[in-house]
């Protein structure tokens, strides 16, 4: 799908623009002009600040959308043909598939967190930070590093029906993917708005990313029709959180469900947000990124999950040495500073000892071994094991933890 409508979008405009010739050309650019700017829900960029959050976004200048070419239906026999019959029995099973995954997502009698993308910039086999939970049957996902959409794509998470996304953060490894997660969820079917809710900045995140798919949108628009790809409903709305300090405020509330954002430890970042989800007496923390702090420990008193990144400084130290007897001074630095704003795994172990965790779920694993590396278990789970008597979860890439309602 993407391939073929991207093709024709610019074989159309080649089209258009031949036509544009002599001296209609002026009017026909002003038309032009007009319909692009009508399209993208704007008549003047003069003025860039806007009033309310939910006014889209002012897209400088027309966006060069031309006409598409005539469209006609396949012929379909009956019987179909061999070829036919296998689309129609792989889409059947995909639908299938999806559906009961959906299903077991939504079940109202629990929460459901998948481990969408469980790794960092470290290259390894890890998408970046993902973390999808599911509660009442809200879809609520956080953070979307780079991978995140595919991986929920691959996991058949019901994409179309996010209800919100959170940033903890606005590091590359917990924004890249957003811009996917927004036009993927809208071309695969999504007909309601996506709020995106972060720290100060996120305005600008998100415009950035609403600017940048914008031509793309007028494309999927002009050649599919607005009935089935409407571009007012593709952008996401920013939502800001102002700074909800250590003790936390909650910042969404739907059907029973309260999101609370709570102010963690990941300098220089200001502010960098943890999230705590409550439900039915159920709680689920995401750490964000962090040092081991008192908000962080505070809001995990209790908690059913703690969904938390981590990190072995022995390891980092180690790599930190090696690089500089390679006479590497500026990765060995690198190295260096990534110790200063992460959590170790000692105290992690601590942290969730004391404030009495359930389940611990390791996520943004540094280092960042690959899904399947022995040394996950070596490095990261066994040191926290022996401090940590709760159950604990080294997450790979797609893993599901159910927590069952009373
Ligand atoms: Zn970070
Ligand atoms: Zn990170």
């Keep these: 799908m993407h391939q073929n409508s991207t093709t024709t979008s610019t074989t159309d405009i080649t089209t258009s623009r031949r036509r544009l010739g002599g001296p209609r050309i002026a009017l026909a650019a002003a038309a032009l002009l007009l319909a692009g700017a009508l399209a993208a829900g704007t008549s003047s960029c003069s003025d860039t ?48 598939a999806a559906a009961a995954s959906a299903a077991e997502l939504q079940r109202r009698d629990a929460i459901t967190i998948v481990t969408c993308g469980t790794g960092t910039p470290i ?30 794509e691959r996991s058949l998470l019901p994409i179309t029906e996010i209800d919100a996304l959170f940033l903890t953060h606005f590091h590359s490894d917990h924004i890249a993917d957003v811009g996917e997660v927004i036009s993927r969820s809208w071309i695969l079917g999504r007909t309601t708005e996506l709020p995106v809710y972060g720290g100060e900045a996120v305005r600008r995140v998100v415009d950035g990313f609403n600017a ?150 390791l996520t943004h694993q540094v280092p960042s071994f690959d899904n399947a590396d022995p040394r996950v278990e070596l490095l990261l789970a066994a040191p926290i094991r022996a401090i940590y008597s709760g159950e604990l979860i080294a997450a790979k890439d797609g893993q599901r933890i159910v927590v069952e309602l009373e």
Excluded: W
């Design 49 to 96: 600040s806007r009033a309310s959050e939910s006014e889209p976004l002012c897209i400088d200048g027309a966006l060069p959308v031309g006409e598409r070419t005539p469209l006609i239906d396949a012929v379909c026999t009956d019987p179909p043909s061999a070829l036919s019959a296998a689309a129609e029995q792989q889409q059947r099973a995909n639908a299938e």
């Design 212 to 361: 940048v798919y914008a031509l793309d949108d007028q494309y999927r628009e002009a050649h599919h029709g607005e009935d089935i790809l409407n571009s007012r409903v593709e952008p996401a709305v920013p939502h800001t959180i102002d700074d909800p300090g250590a003790e936390g405020r909650v910042v969404y509330e739907r059907d029973g469900v309260a999101v609370t954002a709570f102010r963690v430890n990941h300098p220089p970042i200001e502010p960098a947000l943890g999230y705590r989800i409550d439900y039915a007496g159920k709680s689920v923390v995401i750490s964000g990124d962090t040092t081991d702090t008192a908000s962080l420990r505070a809001m995990s008193e209790g908690a059913d999950v703690l969904v938390s990144e981590v990190m072995n400084r022995d390891v980092l130290e180690a790599v930190e040495c090696a690089l500089k007897r390679l006479d590497d001074p500026r990765n060995a630095r690198l190295i260096r500073d990534i110790r200063t704003y992460h959590i170790g795994t000692t105290e992690l172990a601590g942290l969730a000892q004391n404030a009495g965790v359930r389940t611990l779920v």
């Design 123 to 152: 290259p390894s086999d890890r998408v970046q930070a993902c973390t999808a939970v599911f509660v009442n049957g809200l879809f609520l996902l956080f953070d979307a590093g780079d991978g995140a959409q595919r991986s929920m």
